[in-house]
């Protein structure tokens, strides 16, 4: 057997002609612009962008007084709008089951659509350019609307998440961080394109996150990742410059509370936001160099190889024929085609936790009733003190400034939580096995303190209710969607992270519309008796003070501390499946691809060379 070593080639004549560089170093050029915006680390600083504008719905404190003032509406009737704005932002079973049977790109463009449609029938109305809608029709409008940001969800961070399944924690905190900075970011922009003028924030709102999400339709998708030892870095480093966004804008939030800012200055304001949103792209771009120039070393310089030059005895190609054919017969004997179990008669015979459940089981489990239940406690409170700072704050007597803070305030804060939550639970979990449903209970054993804050108002208290609270809200979301990828698989997550979301309206509806709208009206119109006071018909009612809402808040409270129960029910249920490995089979299958892939490098390598 003679054999024969080979190694890289050497550079041909030619090759110091100026064109000939010219013309390499252009194809190398856009060789490598086409590898980074294909790549999947661009893909998520897509999802950023597209996430940094997907809070519309947080920032209805801002355009709230302009629906309730120009239409007439009392307080229930806003909460009833508020209502089905949150309905529409959380029940997103639609764009789950459409990204089940289309690709990402189809379900970003429906809820850019959505989104521009429900937004600017609003701002048509407020401004009064067509016939004031029917209380009906706009509740249509908004929900419509808000549901688009479901499906920039669905389409951008639940995408995210199935390519990069060993680091969920990470990735739903820092992409639900951007969600939760979207309303401090979009504020930027309001005051820098539009001044103070809250019914063009509504027309912003319309346009802005429709274009962004058209623009990166083709970019977000399911690929190929070549998970390395640095990937944990890497989003570290993404979560770095979101914290200084995060810090710049609470700087500005400050800035803009004690000064008067002029447009100038907001411009400039937002085109630091703007730089700092983009700033990503050159993380992409030193980690897609890397990637790159070690391919192309490999290219250049392929590893040596060996050439045998006798060829190993081959069987009679009768007998050849013969052992395919029994080798294939013995296979199927071994895995008989059965036929495929209903899913309704699987529904109630689920597999273990960490297994890919189907749709039916996952929702017949005890462990999807708990986290339900402890959601529609939790999210539900927190979701309607935020939904209704504009007016706690104005029956406080704060002044429009400063409502104008706790708005922002909230966006920070829920920022905050949302990469907190996300990072910590995944350190804790990896590190100590730290079960991440002791999170969630220990969140809203904490949201309680933000909402007696509002229930008492001492001095200064709404501020640092805004704080817990945002915090708080922001915190759930990472935490429960990793709980039900983590429970339930990744198979059918598009659909089962948008059930998830489905309870917070469920409590949203009780706890804001039937008790904060209902008592705050009750109250306001025992003011207006007893100041000798009546109504007049299609005018807005205000109440003033700290009883406006303080039962309603004592009765959240409770609520919330019902929630916490359910959540630690979970934490027994589920101790025992956080004590094991749970992503031990992504960190296999990730390995054996790495091996696969080096055995098929090695063939390709000979081949070639033959």
Same mark, same amino acid.
């Given at each position: ?236 480093? /993404? +979560?770095?410059?979101?914290? !200084?966004?995060? =810090?710049? @804008? *609470?700087?500005?939030?400050? %800035?803009? #509370? ?113 986290? /339900? +239940?402890?959601?529609?406690? !939790?999210?539900? =409170?927190? @979701? *309607?003190?935020?939904?209704? %700072?504009? #007016? ?219």
């Amino acid at each position: 057997m003679e054999v024969i070593g080979a190694g890289g080639g050497g550079g041909g004549g030619g090759g110091s002609s100026n064109e000939k560089r010219r013309r390499s170093l252009t194809t190398i050029t856009a060789s490598f612009f086409i590898h980074v915006v294909t790549g999947p680390w661009f893909m998520v600083f897509a999802s950023f962008l597209i996430m940094s504008t997907a809070g519309t719905p947080y920032m209805f404190g801002l355009y709230s007084g302009a629906i309730k003032s120009v239409l007439g509406y009392d307080q229930s009737t806003l909460n009833l709008i508020s209502f089905f704005k949150d309905l529409g932002t959380n029940v997103g079973v639609i764009s789950g089951l459409i990204a089940e049977i289309t690709p990402p790109w189809v379900v970003l463009a429906i809820g850019a659509a959505m989104n521009f449609v429900g937004y600017f029938m609003i701002w048509l109305s407020v401004t009064e350019k067509v016939a004031a809608p029917a209380v009906w029709l706009m509740c249509l409008y908004i929900c419509l609307g808000a549901n688009s940001t479901a499906f920039a969800n669905t389409g951008a961070l639940v995408t995210c998440v199935k390519n990069y399944p060993a680091r969920r924690g990470v990735v739903l905190g820092i992409l639900k961080g951007y969600v939760g900075l979207s309303g401090a970011i979009l504020t930027q922009f309001y005051h820098a394109i539009y001044g103070d003028d809250s019914k063009s924030l509504i027309l912003l709102i319309a346009w802005l996150p429709a274009v962004i999400s058209v623009a990166f339709l083709r970019t977000i998708r399911i690929v190929k990742v070549d998970h390395h030892s640095n990937e944990l870095r890497v989003f570290y480093r /993404f +979560l770095y410059i979101s914290l !200084g966004l995060a =810090g710049f @804008l *609470t700087v500005m939030i400050i %800035l803009q #509370q004690k000064f008067k800012f002029s447009h100038i200055e907001y411009s400039f304001s937002a085109a630091v936001v703007v730089l700092l949103l983009f700033f990503p792209v050159f993380v992409v771009i030193a980690e897609d160099y890397k990637f790159w120039r070690r391919k192309l070393s490999e290219f250049q310089n392929p590893p040596p190889f060996t050439i045998v030059t006798e060829k190993p005895p081959q069987l009679p190609i009768e007998l050849e024929s013969y052992a395919n054919e029994e080798a294939s017969r013995l296979k199927s004997a071994e895995k008989p085609d059965l036929p495929t179990p209903s899913c309704w008669k699987t529904a109630l015979n689920p597999p273990q936790r960490g297994e890919d459940f189907t749709i039916l089981q996952a929702l017949f489990s005890v462990d999807m009733l708990l986290l /339900f +239940l402890s959601t529609a406690c !939790g999210v539900g =409170g927190t @979701l *309607t003190a935020i939904d209704n %700072l504009g #007016q706690i704050g104005a029956s406080l007597r704060y002044p429009k400034q400063s409502i104008s803070t706790f708005v922002s305030l909230v966006s920070i804060w829920n920022y905050l939580g949302r990469v907190v939550s996300g990072f910590t639970s995944e350190f804790f979990l990896t590190k100590y096995k730290f079960p991440r449903t002791l999170i969630l209970t220990l969140i809203l054993l904490l949201s309680c303190a933000g909402h007696l804050l509002i229930a008492f108002n001492p001095p200064g208290g709404l501020y640092i209710a805004s704080i817990v609270i945002g915090f708080c809200y922001g915190a759930q979301w990472p935490i429960l969607f990793a709980i039900i990828s983590e429970v339930f698989g990744l198979k059918y997550y598009s659909t089962l992270y948008n059930f998830g979301s489905v309870a917070s309206p469920i409590g949203l509806y009780f706890l804001n519309v039937r008790v904060a709208g209902h008592l705050y009206d009750t109250e306001a119109n025992r003011q207006l008796a007893a100041a000798g006071e009546k109504r007049i018909a299609g005018e807005e009612l205000n109440c003033v003070g700290v009883d406006c809402f303080k039962l309603s808040f004592i009765i959240i409270t409770g609520v919330t501390l019902i929630g916490a129960l359910f959540s630690f029910l979970l934490v027994l249920r589920t101790r025992g499946f956080y004590k094991t490995d749970i992503y031990r089979r992504f960190k296999e299958a990730d390995e054996e691809e790495e091996q696969n892939g080096v055995i098929a490098k090695d063939e390709r390598n000979k081949e070639e060379n033959k």
